[in-house]
């Protein structure tokens, strides 16, 4: 059954850092791509970034590029999400998909992805 389990989300002031990770389980990790999305209260879930199989192709959203790294560790079965000068407009609950199929090419769109993890909250104070 495939899983993924986010974690190392919390409380941050303006400009601090934060580093998620997402532990898959399930699946031939290394075969697909990994996305990380995000949702803030009243929003759409929207696209943050992306990592393609076994890795190295990063896609990025406009307001976090720059900021935010994308890594994966195949060896753990694990991605990571690095969140560096964080801003109030970053709080939300951010999840991590699969890929739907495998070797999937990279992408932005969200109906391409699946298996969503339950999410990490990530709160940015002013």
């Known amino acids: 059954q495939v899983h993924a389990v986010e974690s190392g989300g919390g409380l941050v002031q303006a400009g601090g850092s934060l580093r998620l990770s997402c532990a898959a389980s399930g699946y031939t990790f290394t075969l697909y791509t990994m996305g990380w999305f995000r949702q803030a209260p009243g929003k759409e879930r929207e696209f943050v970034a992306s990592?393609?199989?076994?890795?190295?192709?990063?896609l990025y959203a406009d307001s976090v590029k720059g900021r935010f790294t994308i890594s994966r560790d195949n060896a753990k079965n694990t991605g990571y999400l690095q969140l560096n000068s964080l801003k109030p407009e970053d709080t939300a609950v951010y999840y991590c998909a699969r890929g739907r199929e495998w070797k999937q090419p990279i992408t932005t769109r969200l109906p391409d992805y699946g298996y969503w993890g339950q999410g990490t909250q990530v709160t940015v104070s002013s």
């Open positions: 990592i393609g199989w076994p890795g190295g192709s990063r």
